[in-house]
C-alpha cells in the first residue's frame, strides 16, 4: 500500500511538472465557447482563459473562429484573482510573426498587412501580429493628400529595416507599386515601335511640353514637336485629360524614356516653301517674336522668317527691333535667302520700301536748294534732317567762304532750320553733302571770273609788311611775297609802295581751293621783256636793253 502511495505522489508531482506550463510561453489551447466578443479557451490543466475575438483576425480581415478550434495562445499568468488563466493571442502572435517576418526579409519576401493608424511622419501597419512603421514617403509612388481609403486595407508590403531585440520595423508600400509600374512600364515599352501612331491622355503640362500617358506609360510631347509654327506654351493647344494623337519618335530601352511628336502626323509645311516663298517676292506676314538681333516674321503656319536687325530699316540704324515694329503687327517682307536644311527663310522689311537716298538723288539733283533741322553738331561739321527721314552733312568748309568753319560753326544750334544746297548724294554710300555757302553764289569764282594764268590785272595795295606787299583785286585779297616785287634785286623793297597804290601784276597760279591768285611783279616784267626782243631784235643784234625797251615805250606813247 505505502507503496501506491509512494507511486501516486510521483506521478502527481510528475504531472504537475508535465502539465503546468510555465508563464510566458506559447501554449495550444481549444475554444470551448463563444460568448459577448469573447473566445473561451481551455489550455488545459484545468486552466481556461478569456480572449478577445477580434485578436484572432487578420490585418484587414474579420476573425474566423469557432467552437472546438485548437488555437495557440500566450500564458502571461497561470491564475488571476478569477481563478482563470490569464491569456493572449496577440503575444502569440508576436512571437509567431516576427519568426515569418524575419524569414521573409531574408528572402526578400513581400508580406501582408493593413494600415490601422497615424503616427507623427507616416503610420501605423498590422503585419499579422507585429506591428510597424511605414513612413509618410514610403505610402505612394506620389505624395497622397489623404490615406483614409487605404486604412484597414489587406496589402502587400515590402520590409526595409527590422530590429527584434528594438521591435522595430519599417515597410514600403510604394516599392511595391514601383516594381508594378516598372513591369507595367516594361510590357507598355515592349508593345510600343517608334514610327508608330498611339492614342494619348494629357496628363500634365509644363513649360516646355506636356506628359502623355499612353496606358501606363508616360511619354514626353516637348513643345517644338507640337505644331510646325512657333508655340509660346503648350497650353495654347493642350488641356489636361484631353486626348490627343500621337507619333512615337524614340524610345530609349535604358532609361525608359518616350519622346512623342504631334507634327510630324501632319505635312510639313517646309517641303512647299521653295515654291511658296520665292527669292525676291513679297509677301504679307505677322511678327511673332523679337529679339536684339531681329524679328521673326510667319509667313504662314510653320514657316517662320528672320527680319534681321540688318534688314529693318533703311534710315534707323542700331535701334532695337522693338522700335520698328511690334509683336502681331503685320508686315510686308521680301524673301532674300531661304537655307530649307537649315529651315530659315531671311527676310528684309526695307527692301519692301525705296531706298530714300535713291528717291532724294532723283528728287533733289545736285544744286537744288533744301531746308532742314540741325539734328547733331559734330567737330567736322552739322547734320541735317532732309525729307525721308534722312540726314545730309555740311561740311566745315561748306559752311562760309571767308575765314575758317571751325570759327563760324559756333553760331549754329541743334534745332535751327537752315538752308543749303546739294553739293552731292553717294546713294552706294547713303552721304548726301551740302553746302550752306553755296546759297550766296562763289564770290571768289566771280571776282576772277575773266582772269587767266598770266593774265596781267591792275591790283590796289592795303598793307605793307616786312615779307612782301598784300593787294586786292575785286575784293579778294593776294599776298605778293618780297621775291616776287621785282626782277632787280635792289628794288625788292616793300617800302618802296605805299597803301592806295596801284600797281601791274601777272597771275602766275589760280587756286580755287585755297581760293587765293598768285601775284608776281617780277612775272610781268620778265614777260614784258620777253615780249619787246621777240618784236624788237634780238639780244645779240648789238642793240642794248636800253634801246629796246626805249623803242617799246615810245611806242606805247
Known amino acids: 500500500m505505502a507503496n501506491t502511495m509512494e507511486e ?15 508563464e510566458g510561453s506559447v501554449v495550444k489551447g481549444k475554444v470551448i465557447a463563444i460568448e459577448a466578443g469573447q473566445a473561451i479557451i481551455d489550455v488545459g490543466y484545468k486552466m481556461e482563459g478569456r480572449v478577445d475575438i477580434k485578436e484572432f483576425a487578420n490585418p484587414g480581415e474579420e476573425a474566423e473562429l469557432a467552437v472546438g478550434d485548437t488555437v495557440e495562445v500566450f500564458l502571461r499568468q497561470v491564475e488571476n484573482a478569477r481563478g482563470e488563466a490569464v491569456i493572449s493571442r496577440e503575444m502569440a502572435r508576436r ?32 503585419l499579422g501580429g507585429a506591428v510597424a512603421f511605414l513612413p509618410g514617403s514610403q505610402v505612394d509612388v506620389r505624395p497622397v493628400r489623404d490615406a483614409g481609403p487605404l486604412m484597414g486595407l489587406k496589402q502587400p508590403f515590402q520590409i526595409l529595416k527590422m530590429d527584434r531585440r528594438r521591435g522595430n520595423i519599417v515597410v514600403s508600400r510604394r516599392a511595391i507599386l514601383e516594381e508594378s ?10 508593345n510600343l515601335t517608334e514610327g508608330q501612331e498611339v492614342d494619348g491622355v494629357v496628363k500634365n503640362i509644363t513649360e516646355y511640353g506636356a506628359f502623355v500617358d499612353l496606358g501606363g506609360v508616360d511619354g514626353l510631347l516637348h513643345v517644338t514637336d507640337m505644331a510646325w509654327r512657333r508655340v509660346n506654351h503648350p497650353s495654347e493647344i493642350l488641356s489636361i485629360g484631353e486626348t490627343i494623337k500621337v507619333q512615337v519618335i524614340k524610345i530609349n530601352k535604358e532609361t525608359h524614356r518616350i519622346s512623342l511628336g504631334m507634327k510630324q502626323l501632319q505635312d510639313d509645311p517646309w517641303d512647299a516653301v521653295e515654291q511658296k516663298f520665292a527669292l525676291g517676292s513679297v509677301h504679307q506676314g505677322r511678327v511673332t ?23 529693318m530699316s533703311w534710315t534707323k540704324k542700331n535701334v532695337h527691333p522693338g522700335k520698328i515694329v511690334s509683336t502681331s503687327q503685320e508686315v510686308e ?60 552733312m555740311v561740311h566745315l568748309s561748306d559752311l562760309t567762304w571767308e575765314g575758317r568753319g571751325e570759327d563760324v560753326i559756333g553760331d549754329f544750334r541743334k534745332g535751327d532750320i537752315v538752308k543749303a544746297k546739294v553739293a552731292e548724294v553717294d546713294v552706294e554710300k547713303e552721304r548726301i553733302s551740302l553746302s550752306i555757302k553755296a546759297l550766296d553764289g562763289d564770290p571768289f569764282a566771280e571776282a576772277v571770273g575773266g582772269v587767266k594764268r598770266g593774265s596781267i590785272i591792275t591790283v590796289e595795295v592795303t598793307k605793307i609788311e616786312d615779307g612782301g606787299i598784300e593787294v586786292e583785286y575785286e575784293g579778294m585779297k593776294s599776298f605778293i611775297r618780297r621775291s616776287d616785287l621785282s626782277r632787280d634785286r635792289t628794288e625788292q623793297r616793300p617800302e618802296r609802295f605805299g597803301v592806295g597804290d596801284k600797281v601791274d601784276v601777272r597771275v602766275t597760279n589760280i587756286d580755287s581751293k585755297t581760293r587765293k591768285l598768285g601775284l608776281s611783279i617780277k612775272a610781268r616784267e620778265i614777260a614784258e621783256e620777253k615780249e619787246a626782243v621777240e618784236q624788237f631784235g634780238s639780244s645779240d643784234s648789238g642793240a642794248s636793253l636800253g634801246d629796246i625797251l626805249g623803242a617799246a615805250l615810245k611806242r606805247d606813247e
Open 181 to 190: 509600374r516598372a513591369e507595367q512600364r516594361a510590357e507598355v515599352i515592349g
Open 289 to 311: 517674336n523679337i529679339t536684339d538681333y531681329g524679328a521673326f516674321v510667319e509667313l504662314e503656319a510653320g514657316v517662320e522668317g528672320l527680319v534681321h536687325v540688318s534688314e
Open 8 to 22: 501516486f505522489e510521483a506521478l502527481l508531482n510528475e504531472s504537475f511538472e508535465i502539465d503546468t506550463p510555465s
Open 333 to 392: 517682307v521680301m524673301v532674300l535667302e531661304i537655307d530649307s536644311a537649315k529651315r530659315r527663310v531671311s527676310l528684309g522689311l526695307k527692301q519692301t520700301q525705296r531706298n530714300p537716298w535713291e528717291v532724294f538723288a532723283e528728287t533733289h539733283p545736285e544744286g537744288t536748294e533744301v531746308e532742314g533741322e540741325v539734328k547733331n553738331i559734330t567737330e567736322f561739321g552739322l547734320f541735317i534732317g532732309l525729307e525721308g527721314d534722312i540726314d545730309g
Open 95 to 126: 512571437e509567431e510573426a516576427w519568426d515569418r517576418l524575419e524569414k521573409a526579409y531574408a528572402d526578400e519576401e513581400r508580406v501582408d498587412g493593413a494600415i490601422f493608424g497615424r503616427v507623427k511622419g507616416g503610420f501605423t501597419v498590422d
